[in-house]
């Protein structure tokens, strides 16, 4: 399956611009070498090292804009030696290799100051798409349920990219049941495949989504009848986006149960228009919604098929729909 990656230049073209510097750092040396095989041809891999000590002083002196860390290591494992680095005020951003894809694991890696997270067994389909998201000053997370955790009850602007699987449906339940449970009001605006194998995925979780208390926290829209509220033509009105988003602030504040009142929102009203042909608008609701909500205490969720983007003439897209989130997992 190839790897959900868009790169505003494709590698084959004439680009004079240096080629981000990265740092790799494994203790197993077959994966160094396999993984600077894999990055060789869009970025300069300036460096190898096989511990968290050694890294540390080839950090010092090769000054990578990036270094791909792993976790297990001797030594110094590498979230001791991220902290080092940030300890000693480094640049250099970090995006995590491990095995384990513990919810504890996840979130040390974000906390000790790295800015992405790819599992071994997802090298291929996810390390130069993470790479690219953190160099540009995004978040790479690897699930939405590590998402969650990561944002820690905050607000913000996220995106998936997925395929449809099952992998994604069962992702976004796992992303309401989690909102559900901390208390958030919630909102899932989405298309018909979507509301129903989330639903029927929340009623096997346990959730009464008929008439319950839980049910008046959990809003279900049609992604078409929303986009039919807001677009004008091939264009969005702004007036009508700030109206519903007026209408999702309403409803947080009446149903919203938990510590810290919240607004949990998946959409893929963007993605719809994006399957259109119409990407234009895609990329104008999203900055309509960053800049509607960026104040308010509403994590929104947009997801994306990855037909959306499915060669290289939608990668100027790919790259403003991206701009306008802080974060980025894969299904």
């Given at each position: 399956?190839?790897?959900?990656?868009?790169?505003?230049?494709?590698?084959?073209?004439?680009?004079?611009?240096?080629?981000?510097?990265?740092?790799?750092?494994?203790?197993?040396?077959?994966?160094?070498?396999s993984?600077?095989k894999m990055?060789?041809?869009?970025?300069d891999?300036?460096?190898?090292?096989?511990?968290?000590?050694?890294?540390?002083?080839?950090?010092?002196?090769?000054d990578?804009?990036?270094?791909?860390?792993?976790v297990?290591?001797?030594?110094l494992?590498?979230f001791?030696?991220?902290?080092?680095?940030?300890?000693?005020?480094?640049?250099?951003?970090?995006?995590?290799?491990?095995?384990?894809?513990?919810?504890?694991y996840?979130?040390?890696?974000?906390?000790c100051?790295g800015?992405?997270?790819?599992?071994?067994?997802?090298?291929?389909?996810?390390?130069?798409?993470a790479i690219d998201?953190?160099?540009?000053?995004?978040?790479f997370?690897p699930?939405?349920?590590?998402?969650?955790?990561?944002a820690?009850?905050?607000?913000?602007?996220?995106?998936?990219?997925?395929?449809h699987?099952?992998?994604?449906?069962?992702?976004?339940?796992?992303?309401?049941?989690?909102?559900?449970?901390?208390g958030d009001?919630?909102c899932?605006?989405?298309?018909?495949?979507?509301?129903?194998?989330?639903?029927?995925?929340?009623?096997?979780?346990?959730?009464?989504?008929d008439?319950?208390a839980?049910?008046e926290?959990?809003?279900?829209?049609d992604?078409?009848?929303?986009?039919?509220?807001?677009?004008?033509?091939?264009s969005?009105?702004?007036?009508?986006?700030?109206?519903?988003?007026?209408?999702?602030?309403?409803?947080?504040?009446?149903?919203?149960?938990?510590?810290?009142s919240?607004?949990t929102?998946f959409g893929?009203?963007?993605?719809?228009?994006?399957?259109?042909?119409n990407s234009?608008?895609?990329?104008?609701?999203e900055?309509?919604?960053?800049?509607?909500?960026?104040?308010?205490?509403?994590?929104?969720?947009?997801a994306?098929?990855?037909?959306?983007?499915?060669?290289?003439?939608?990668?100027?897209v790919?790259?403003s729909?991206?701009?306008e989130?802080?974060?980025?997992s894969?299904?």
């Amino acid at each position: 399956m190839p790897a959900l990656r868009y790169r505003p230049q494709p590698s084959n073209t004439t680009n004079t611009k240096a080629k981000p510097r990265v740092l790799v750092v494994d203790d197993h040396p077959e994966m160094l070498v396999s993984v600077s095989k894999m990055l060789a041809t869009d970025f300069d891999v300036v460096g190898v090292a096989t511990d968290g000590q050694a890294a540390l002083e080839s950090a010092r002196q090769a000054d990578p804009d990036l270094i791909v860390m792993d976790v297990a290591m001797p030594r110094l494992d590498g979230f001791q030696a991220v902290r080092a680095l940030r300890k000693a005020a480094s640049q250099a951003k970090v995006v995590f290799l491990s095995m384990h894809e513990s919810d504890d694991y996840v979130l040390e890696a974000f906390e000790c100051g790295g800015q992405g997270f790819v599992l071994k067994t997802r090298i291929q389909a996810d390390l130069a798409s993470a790479i690219d998201q953190v160099l540009a000053g995004r978040l790479f997370v690897p699930s939405l349920k590590s998402l969650f955790h990561v944002a820690d009850g905050g607000s913000g602007h996220a995106m998936q990219l997925h395929r449809h699987s099952d992998a994604f449906f069962d992702g976004v339940c796992e992303f309401f049941h989690l909102a559900l449970q901390r208390g958030d009001a919630t909102c899932l605006i989405g298309t018909e495949p979507v509301r129903a194998a989330v639903g029927a995925r929340l009623r096997e979780r346990g959730w009464d989504l008929d008439g319950s208390a839980a049910a008046e926290r959990h809003l279900v829209v049609d992604a078409a009848e929303a986009l039919d509220r807001f677009m004008r033509g091939d264009s969005p009105d702004p007036e009508r986006l700030a109206e519903i988003a007026d209408e999702l602030e309403h409803y947080r504040l009446t149903k919203a149960e938990g510590p810290v009142s919240r607004l949990t929102v998946f959409g893929e009203m963007a993605g719809v228009l994006s399957l259109r042909g119409n990407s234009a608008a895609s990329v104008e609701v999203e900055r309509n919604w960053t800049r509607l909500t960026h104040h308010l205490p509403h994590f929104t969720l947009c997801a994306y098929s990855s037909d959306c983007f499915d060669n290289e003439i939608h990668a100027d897209v790919f790259s403003s729909v991206c701009a306008e989130h802080w974060a980025v997992s894969h299904a």
